[in-house]
């Protein structure tokens, strides 16, 4: 199992390299070159949420995102350091108001509707958006002919 981890100051500027990064891992992982394009979307919205809890919380941390390469599978997890009691929920107390929390809802379902695989969970230490896709089994090296 291979992982690659990747942090990164809560800035939209800085997604675009996440979405870069995240594309090159699967590809490599041996995700289906078909899948890529929804990999690329669905960690730019992971992270652009995160990038979005942090500022409106007025949290410094960097937001994380790992990239986990096993044998079937690759799995990136896009963590934030946002406090919340459910997924989906503004942090007590945050700046934030209803149009912050239907834009957050939206940005869940987003990625929902492109990973069939798909956790949240949050909690009063921050949240963690979990996606896996199958990837194929690396090609076995033929055996030395001779």
Do not use: Y
């Not at 990038?51 to 949290?59: C, D, E, T």
């Not at 963590?79 to 989906?88: F, K, L, Q, T, V």
Request: proline share 7%; with cysteine; aromatic share 2%.
């Amino acid at each position: 199992m291979a992982t690659v981890e990747l942090r990164f100051s809560a800035l939209p500027e800085h997604v675009r390299t996440a979405r870069l990064v995240a594309a090159a891992v699967a590809r490599r992982a041996g995700v289906d070159e078909a899948v890529l394009d929804e990999v690329r979307l669905a960690v730019g919205e992971a992270c652009t949420r995160a990038v979005g809890l942090h500022q409106s919380s007025g949290i410094t941390a960097p937001v994380k995102v790992l990239l986990i390469e096993e044998e079937k599978q690759f799995s990136i997890e896009v963590g934030d350091e946002a406090p919340r009691s459910a997924p989906g929920d503004r942090a007590p107390g945050a700046a934030g108001d209803d149009a912050d929390a239907e834009e957050d809802e939206m940005g869940l379902a987003v990625i929902s509707g492109l990973v069939d695989d798909v956790e949240v969970t949050a909690g009063e230490h921050g949240g963690q958006i979990k996606m896996t896709w199958p990837a194929a089994q690396p090609p076995l090296t033929p055996p030395d002919l001779v």
